[in-house]
Structures are given as C-alpha cells and as structure tokens.
C-alpha cells in the first residue's frame, strides 16, 4: 500500500486532460481561486485534493485502502477516456460504463457531499440529543440502553446537570471520517445508474473557445434554468441537465430526452456552460490558459485571465 497522503478528489489524469503539457508530470492548469480573487498557474497534483481525505480507519485494512483502489480503476478509467474524447463519442460499453463511473465518483466523493452528509447527520445527532434531555425519564432509559450495548458513560453527572449542559450547547458533534467515506461509497453505483440511464450528447466548442472544470465539475441543474432554491435537484429526477466537461474542447450532456450524439457550441452557449460551471465550484476553476470566457456581473465574455479586474470592479460598485 502506498504512503499518499495528498488524495485527489478530483482524478489527476482528468486535469491533465485540461493542461498543454507535453510531458504529464510537470502538467500544468490555469487557476482561479475564488476564495483569493487570484490566478495563478500551478501542478496538477497541487490542485483537487485534500489531505488524507479518503483515509479510513478499519482494523484489518490498510489506511489508504480506498485511495489505492480508487488509484487503481482511475489507472483503467484514464485511457478510455482519451479514446472518447479523440473520437467524441462512446466506442463501446466499456467506454461509456468507465465515463459513468468516473461522474459518479467526482459528483459524489467530494468536499461538498461530504460536508452536506456529515451537516445532515450533525443536525440529527444534535436534535436526539435534545430530545433525550427534555425528559428525565427518557433520558435515563437512554442511559441504561447505552451502557447495555457497552458504551462508556460516566455515572457522576446528574441529569440536571447534563440538561443545563446541552440547553447551553458548550459541545461539537463529531462525525467519524471512516463511516461517512462508506456512505460516499454505497452512493456511487445509484449515483453511477441514474446518469447512465440519461441521453449523452458530446457538445464541442468551436474554436477560439474553451470549457473550464473545477474542483466541483459535474454540475446537476433543473434544463430550464429557472431557480427553484438553494438545493440542487437529484441525479434522477426528470427535466434535470448534468454538465461534465472532458477537454478544453469538449463536454457532455445528460438528458432524460433523446437528443443528438454530437453537437456544436457557439460561443455563448460554452461562455454559459462555462459559468455554470464556475457557480458549481466549491473553490477554484481550472482551465488550459486564462483565455476561457465566462459571464460576470461586469459583463459578458469576461476572460478567466481578467477576473481578478472584473470582480474587484464590481467590489466597489457595490460599495458606491
């Protein structure tokens, strides 16, 4: 097992796909930290990771098992998807099976799931607990059915006392990394099911133009565009567009309705992906070079090499 303690959410050999770099280990992307305001170029193996984000903690098992594994179907993933984008289309269900596989683990393995999962399990831990608090009577029959089941718990703090702790909320709610990395895990092969049961179209852009990814790129929205909150929908649900960039000329489309194996961008529709793709990032956006065009509040066709100008404009319009 390797010692890797830089784990990549986001799969290197899909960003080297966005870096002109002959030689694969000195590729290089374009950045534009959203966090910073900043562009910078920068390596590959810099950018679309986390420290030991996929370690887990599993007696008998090694703590980089699942990135090792993951190493190892990316290794298999990596040259089916250099076939599908030099002949934008699917040569065969191996093909097709890897590029699902793939969206499902970028879509679903990441920063942002994660956060959403371990919030969601926080919440419900955290209203259990004051639940169990609000009656005495349950509180200590929780107790007891704890310490049945083997869990430590002290038996010098009163019930009084643990009351008036939890209603002052002087306490975190860990969740374990290992648990929530396996239900990141269980959800891949729906996640993987519903994409492929979508239509696929290979959107090229035409030239003079390129599509950005970033450390988000699989971007699920409702096809016609319209706000329907802060939650985005699910990967099943009908009248839903999914959004995946592949090369800086290329990008599919998933429908739940027939459309064409092949299509051509125009200029605003990849400056449109492409700033659909910005909103859907956690962080940062990558890119060949700052060339790329998305829109702005300053306008449309901003240049990537051009927002770190473009945003501290609309800054100060917002303080005049």
């Given amino acids: 097992m390797s010692n890797t303690v830089n784990h990549h959410f986001i799969p290197q050999f899909y960003l080297r796909g966005f870096s002109d770099a002959v030689d694969r280990r000195k590729s290089q992307v374009f950045v534009f930290d959203q966090s910073t305001k900043r562009s910078f170029r920068t390596l590959v193996r810099n950018i679309g990771a986390r420290r030991n984000f996929f370690r887990i903690d599993v007696e008998g098992f090694d703590p980089n098992h699942v990135e090792d594994g993951m190493a190892e179907i990316e290794g298999e993933i990596a040259p089916l998807l250099e076939e599908v984008i030099a002949t934008k289309s699917f040569p065969s269900d191996a093909h097709f099976s890897s590029i699902m596989m793939l969206m499902g683990n970028v879509a679903v393995r990441n920063p942002r799931f994660r956060s959403m999962i371990e919030d969601l399990h926080v919440k419900v831990a955290n209203g259990m607990i004051r639940t169990t608090v609000k009656d005495k009577d349950r509180y200590h029959d929780s107790i007891r059915e704890a310490r049945e089941k083997g869990a430590p718990i002290r038996d010098d703090i009163s019930y009084e006392d643990m009351k008036e702790f939890v209603e002052r909320g002087e306490y975190n709610i860990a969740i374990d990394q290992t648990y ?141």
């Fill in 180 to 320: 929530l990395i396996g239900l990141e895990l269980d959800s891949v092969p729906t996640v993987v099911e519903q994409l492929a049961s979508r239509s696929w179209s290979f959107a090229s852009a035409p030239p003079a133009t390129t599509f950005i990814t970033c450390d988000d790129p699989v971007v699920l929205a409702w096809a016609d565009g319209q706000d329907r909150g802060l939650y985005s929908p699910g990967f099943g649900v009908l009248g839903t567009i999914v959004m995946f960039p592949i090369a800086p000329e290329l990008a599919l489309i998933g429908l739940f309705v027939k459309q064409p194996p092949n299509r051509s961008f125009r200029r605003d529709q990849v400056a449109d992906m492409n700033t659909s793709i910005a909103k859907n990032s956690t962080k940062q956006l990558y890119a060949r070079d700052g060339e790329f065009e998305i829109n702005t509040r300053s306008g449309l066709y901003t240049r990537g090499k051009d927002l770190p100008t473009a945003l501290a404009r609309q800054a100060n319009a917002r303080v005049q």
